[in-house]
């Protein structure tokens, strides 16, 4: 392996990690991206210089370069029918054909995961999570609870595909029986999943092709050796993590460094893995949840859009008290990357440095713990005041602000969707090989 850097969100997701991944491909020559976190549920938009978009769910947000490989590694959750039109997609919009390695532990989300994910948000009512309604809460609920699902691997042998994906019907039929649902359109549609005839069969047909990518454990580690650098590509935010979030708003993956760290030291032990964590300068949270610097009815021009199932996506003033606690829940990260710093253009920053908790300034969140801790704390934070401070004019008096309020410096800054808004502000760790243009 050449280099490697791993792209971690600190807040709620959404902070412009498909960009920073695209521009550190191109800047540094790495030709391996790999997603070891999260699932199908990601939105990580890239535009490119010369006017092409994708969304990338699944595949990795470098592959607009040629000759970039994407490794889907475990603790990744696939949605394989959702990654063959992901593909397709991608080539439409005017990508090169991906080369995708599928490592065989990776789980994956059958039909029925995604339709009871659904049944269950839309169950809870008011008191509904915020799922993507993609079926990926189902499966890593499984995974931790040392349930039998299918996994990449069983793409090579149907027989045992096909069994477990009987398994999961079954198991998903029996949680559907305990939900009491309202009579809604929405679940009148996921419930004929469950009935209608021929499910089975046109899922493994689909799926079927997807055998010809998988790869062995081993395979996996010699790429990753021979490759000229790879970017590992995080998913959701730390603030969403399964262990560091505040239930019941948050997901399922661990959003943080561990699973990169763990892919280089067992494959390539003698690499240094460079931590960035990416934080927008004016913060967003898509869906329910606690969020004191939220400014009410201040949008911005957003490629993550609201949709039905994680409802609208909020703005906010930069939590510096947020900000601490995710870095500190992460371990600390080498250098910061700030994004959004064009809406400095229209928009005042202002930065949140303490709370108003009963009247009583806290200038910090206690340190994770267990899901009644965390619980905890997302009740204070559902309570709590933001103090904010005046209005920050200027982008060099800005990045100072937040460099003083976080004690970690900003490395790499963003004004834009394009790699080419990507600045190296000399001192961070972007070096690698020659530059790749698309």
């Known amino acids: 392996m050449g280099r490697a850097w791993a792209v971690v969100d600190l807040g709620f997701g959404d902070a412009g990690k498909g960009l920073v991944v695209d521009a550190l491909v191109r800047r540094t020559g790495a ?48 949605h394989p029918t959702a990654l063959r039109v992901e593909a397709e997609r991608f080539v439409a919009a005017g990508g090169p054909p991906p080369e995708v390695w599928l490592h065989p532990g990776c789980a994956l989300i059958t039909p029925y995961d995604q339709a009871l994910n659904r049944l269950r948000e839309l169950a809870r009512g008011a008191g509904r999570h915020g799922s993507c309604g993609v079926g990926v809460g189902e499966v890593a609920a499984s995974v931790l609870g040392g349930e039998e699902v299918p996994r990449a691997g069983d793409l090579c042998d149907v027989d045992r595909l096909r069994e477990r994906l009987c398994t999961r019907r079954a198991r ?9 649902l309202p009579d809604d359109p929405r679940v009148h549609a996921e419930r004929a999943v469950f009935d209608t005839a021929g499910v089975d069969d046109a899922w493994l047909a689909r799926v079927g092709p997807l055998a010809s990518i998988v790869v062995t454990d081993d395979e996996v580690g010699a790429r990753l050796r021979a490759a000229r650098g ?20 948050q997901g399922w993956t661990d959003a943080g460094f561990g699973p990169a760290a763990a892919l280089v030291d067992r494959h390539c032990p003698h690499t240094t893995l460079h931590r960035l964590g990416v934080l927008r300068a004016f913060p967003t949270r898509h869906g329910a949840g606690p969020f004191p610097s939220e400014v009410l009815g201040r949008t911005f021009p957003e490629d993550n859009s609201p949709n039905p199932w994680q409802g609208p996506v909020r703005s906010g003033d930069f939590d ?9 829940a992460v371990g600390g990260v080498d250098t910061l990357v700030l994004t959004w710093l064009d809406a400095l253009a229209h928009t005042p920053f202002r930065l949140v440095d303490a709370y108003l908790l009963d009247g009583v300034p806290t200038a910090s969140l206690p340190a994770p713990g267990d899901a009644a801790h965390q619980a905890g704390i997302g009740r204070l934070l559902g309570r709590a005041q933001a103090r904010r401070g005046p209005a920050v004019v200027g982008e060099p008096e800005v990045l100072a602000a937040v460099e003083a309020a976080l004690g970690v410096p900003v490395g790499f800054v963003s004004r834009g969707r394009t790699a080419s808004t990507f600045e190296d502000r000399g001192i961070g760790e972007p070096e690698g090989g020659a530059p790749r243009p698309a």
């Open 230 to 249: 790879v970017i590992f590509e995080g998913a959701q935010g730390v603030l969403l993590d399964r262990t560091r979030g505040f239930p019941p708003h």
């Open 31 to 78: 030709d391996v991206v790999v997603r070891a976190q999260g699932g199908a549920q990601a939105a990580h938009t890239v535009h490119t210089p010369d006017g092409r978009r994708h969304t990338f769910a699944q595949l990795g947000a470098g592959s607009f370069v040629a000759g970039t490989c994407t490794v889907l590694a475990p603790g990744m959750i696939v």
């Open 320 to 328: 510096a008290v947020l900000g601490r606690y995710a870095l500190a």
């Open 172 to 180: 998903a039929r029996a949680v559907l029986a305990e939900l009491t």
